[in-house]
């Protein structure tokens, strides 16, 4: 059998290039995400106000049935949701993290004087455009939880 040739050694700069597109994909797919959030709490949120503003007048008994039913289950299919979206985000958070440590390390063996800028700015920059994402889905997360327990206790 031939022995498979070897692949030459990447060089600073393919690394460099190939982490950012990993970084590239890897912010897309978190953006995706928050954008699955948005749009699915507000259309959860949406459906919550018509049953709740439904009217009470001369229901049918079916009727007033499910409008109970779903004044429960649409806040756990939102928290649910919420919850699993956020899972989504932190893990992509995480990949992000540790996409930059490579970085890091590439961008100091192509030396200072490569020219090559930093992948998303620095930490500082980072930090900052991760607040939505991670921020944000707790807070529908709470909003759902409290809507829950307010329907619980009465």
């Avoid at 004044?71 to 540790?98: E, M």
């Avoid at 920059?125 to 889905?137: E, M, Y």
Wanted: charged letters at 15%; proline letters at 8%; one cysteine or more.
């Amino acid at each position: 059998m031939p022995a498979e040739p070897a692949h030459p050694p990447l060089s600073a700069l393919e690394r460099y290039h190939i982490l950012r597109d990993q970084i590239q994909h890897e912010d897309n797919l978190t953006t995706q995400r928050l954008s699955w959030l948005m749009a699915s709490q507000a259309f959860l949120f949406s459906a919550y106000a018509i049953v709740m503003n439904g009217p009470e007048t001369v229901m049918r008994p079916f009727v007033r049935e499910q409008r109970e039913w779903l004044i429960t289950a649409i806040p756990a299919l939102a928290f649910s949701t919420a919850a699993l979206i956020y899972v989504s985000i932190l893990a992509g958070v995480a990949a992000l993290s540790n996409l930059h440590r490579h970085a890091e390390k590439v961008c100091a063996l192509c030396g200072v004087d490569s020219g090559l800028p930093p992948i998303q700015g620095n930490i500082r920059t980072r930090c900052f455009g991760l607040t939505s994402p991670i921020l944000v889905p707790p807070v529908f997360i709470g909003v759902w939880l409290w809507l829950m327990l307010q329907g619980l206790s009465r």
